[in-house]
């Protein structure tokens, strides 16, 4: 199964920036639809945004829509996830996800995805 490292989490002020990045490792990464997640305290685990194997198609939440830019670069095995115009809701950790498919498709319920990273906490303060 692919293993995933999320990084570049932190702590921002409203309207900062960040941007998250996930390396995959152990199977071939083009063949994997990625997804981040989210999870704030007392909350489930919250859709964010995928992007299918080959990063031709892109979805979001609505929440985010305009604001967070999902990436991936299949050569790097990496998924990043830019975030920009950040708020206090943002707050959550953020988690990669990862789904073996041979199609083109998106997946966006975390009962999709197999593999998770154990995530990097992003807080935004207001």
């Known amino acids: 199964q692919v293993q995933l490292v999320e990084s570049g989490g932190g702590l921002v002020q409203a309207g900062g920036s960040l941007r998250l990045s996930c390396v995959a490792s152990?199977?071939?990464?083009?063949?994997?639809?990625m997804g981040w997640f989210r999870q704030a305290p007392g909350k489930g685990r919250e859709f964010v945004a995928a992007?299918?194997?080959?990063?031709?198609?892109?979805d979001y939440a609505d929440g985010v829509k305009g604001r967070f830019t999902i990436s991936r670069d299949n050569a790097e095995n990496t998924v990043y996830l830019q975030m920009n115009s950040l708020k206090p809701e943002d707050t959550a950790i953020y988690h990669c996800?990862?789904?073996?498919?041979?199609?083109?498709?998106?997946?966006?319920?975390?009962?999709?995805?197999?593999?998770w990273g154990q995530g990097t906490q992003v807080t935004v303060s207001s």
């Open positions: 996800a990862a789904e073996e498919d041979g199609t083109e498709r998106l997946l966006k319920y975390y009962t999709d995805f197999d593999a």
């Open positions: 152990g199977r071939t990464f083009s063949n994997y639809v």
């Open positions: 992007i299918n194997r080959i990063g031709v198609s892109t």
